[in-house]
C-alpha cells in the first residue's frame, strides 16, 4: 500500500552542524514532496517542496534531495540551531484516482539541537 | 498563523457529548481541510472542501461530520464525541493548484 515513513524517530545534533533527516515512500506514482515542521504547541509549518522531475531544491539553510529510483526523500540543514528543534514531518501528494490533493503525512523525526 | 484561527484551542468533553471545532481564514483560499494528528502518527485527513459547495471525506470521515459557512469558515462536528477521538486537530487551507497546505494552530480535544 502507499506510505510515507521515516527511518529515524530521533535525531540529536550539536548546535553548528548540519543535519539530515530521511522519509521513505511507497508509491513510485507520487510527484510532489514536502517537508514540514512542527514546533511544540504549534500546527506543522512549510519548510521547502519538490516535484518529482526535480533532483535537488534549495532554500534558506535547508536542502531537500529526491531519489526516485530508491523512493527516498531528505531534508538537510545547514548549521543546525536551537531555533530548528522540532519534529520533521514529510509528505507527499499521492497520485491515486480520488486523492484531490490529500497529502500522507509520514510519522514525523524529533530534531534536538544540543548546545 | 494568525492567517488560520481555531477555536476552540483546548476542549476537555464527555463520551456522547456534540462538539463542533471551528476554523477561520484570513487567506483568501477555496481549498480548506480537517486533519487529525496522534501521538506517534502523522497527520490524517478526516474531510475536505474545495467551495463552499464542495465536501469531500478524507481517510478517517467516520464519527464526523463537516459544515463549510463560506469561504472562510469550515466547521468540524462530533456527533457523539467517544474516548478514542482525543487527538489533535488540524485545519489546513491551500490555494488551487498548492499542493502544500497552511495549517492552523490546533485544537486539542480530550474527550473523557
Same mark, same amino acid.
Given at each position: 500500500?502507499?506510505s510515507?515513513g521515516?527511518h529515524?524517530?530521533t535525531?540529536?545534533?550539536?548546535?553548528?552542524?548540519?543535519?539530515?533527516?530521511?522519509?521513505a515512500y511507497?508509491?513510485s506514482?507520487?510527484?510532489?514532496f514536502?517537508?514540514?515542521?512542527q514546533?511544540?504547541?504549534?500546527?506543522?509549518?512549510?519548510?521547502? *517542496?519538490?516535484?518529482?522531475?526535480?533532483?535537488?531544491?534549495? /532554500?534558506? !539553510?535547508?536542502?531537500?534531495?529526491? +531519489?526516485?529510483?530508491?523512493?527516498?526523500?531528505?531534508?538537510?540543514?545547514?548549521a543546525?540551531?536551537p531555533? *530548528?528543534?522540532?519534529?520533521?514531518?514529510c509528505?507527499?501528494? /499521492?497520485? !491515486?484516482?480520488g486523492?484531490?490533493? +490529500?497529502?500522507?503525512?509520514?510519522?514525523?523525526?524529533?530534531?534536538?539541537?544540543k548546545? | 498563523?494568525?492567517?488560520?484561527?481555531?477555536?476552540?484551542?483546548?476542549?476537555?468533553t464527555?463520551?456522547?457529548?456534540?462538539?463542533?471545532?471551528?476554523?477561520?481564514?484570513?487567506?483568501?483560499?477555496d481549498?480548506?481541510y480537517w486533519?487529525?494528528?496522534?501521538?506517534?502518527?502523522?497527520?490524517?485527513?478526516?474531510?475536505?472542501?474545495?467551495?463552499?459547495?464542495?465536501?469531500?471525506?478524507?481517510?478517517?470521515?467516520?464519527?464526523?461530520?463537516?459544515?463549510r459557512?463560506?469561504?472562510?469558515?469550515?466547521?468540524?462536528?462530533l456527533?457523539?464525541?467517544?474516548?478514542?477521538?482525543?487527538?489533535?486537530?488540524f485545519?489546513?487551507?491551500?490555494?488551487?493548484?498548492?499542493?502544500?497546505?497552511f495549517?492552523?494552530?490546533?485544537?486539542?480535544?480530550?474527550?473523557?
Amino acid at each position: 500500500g502507499e506510505s510515507v515513513g521515516l527511518h529515524l524517530p530521533t535525531l540529536s545534533v550539536q548546535e553548528g552542524d548540519n543535519s539530515i533527516i530521511n522519509c521513505a515512500y511507497s508509491n513510485s506514482a507520487s510527484d510532489y514532496f514536502i517537508w514540514y515542521k512542527q514546533e511544540s504547541g504549534k500546527g506543522p509549518q512549510f519548510i521547502i *517542496d519538490i516535484r518529482s522531475n526535480m533532483d535537488k531544491r534549495q /532554500g534558506q !539553510r535547508v536542502t531537500v534531495l529526491l +531519489n526516485k529510483t530508491v523512493k527516498h526523500l531528505s531534508l538537510q540543514i545547514a548549521a543546525t540551531q536551537p531555533g *530548528d528543534s522540532a519534529v520533521y514531518f514529510c509528505a507527499e501528494t /499521492g497520485s !491515486r484516482r480520488g486523492s484531490q490533493g +490529500n497529502l500522507i503525512f509520514g510519522k514525523g523525526t524529533k530534531l534536538s539541537v544540543k548546545p | 498563523d494568525a492567517d488560520v484561527t481555531q477555536t476552540p484551542r483546548n476542549r476537555i468533553t464527555k463520551t456522547g457529548k456534540r462538539i463542533m471545532l471551528e476554523c477561520s481564514q484570513t487567506k483568501g483560499h477555496d481549498r480548506m481541510y480537517w486533519y487529525r494528528q496522534d501521538p506517534g502518527l502523522g497527520l490524517r485527513l478526516i474531510y475536505y472542501s474545495f467551495d463552499v459547495k464542495d465536501i469531500n471525506k478524507g481517510e478517517i470521515s467516520d464519527g464526523y461530520s463537516v459544515s463549510r459557512q463560506a469561504q472562510a469558515k469550515f466547521s468540524l462536528s462530533l456527533e457523539s464525541a467517544i474516548p478514542n477521538q482525543t487527538a489533535l486537530y488540524f485545519c489546513a487551507t491551500s490555494d488551487v493548484g498548492d499542493g502544500w497546505k497552511f495549517f492552523g494552530p490546533g485544537t486539542r480535544l480530550t474527550v473523557l
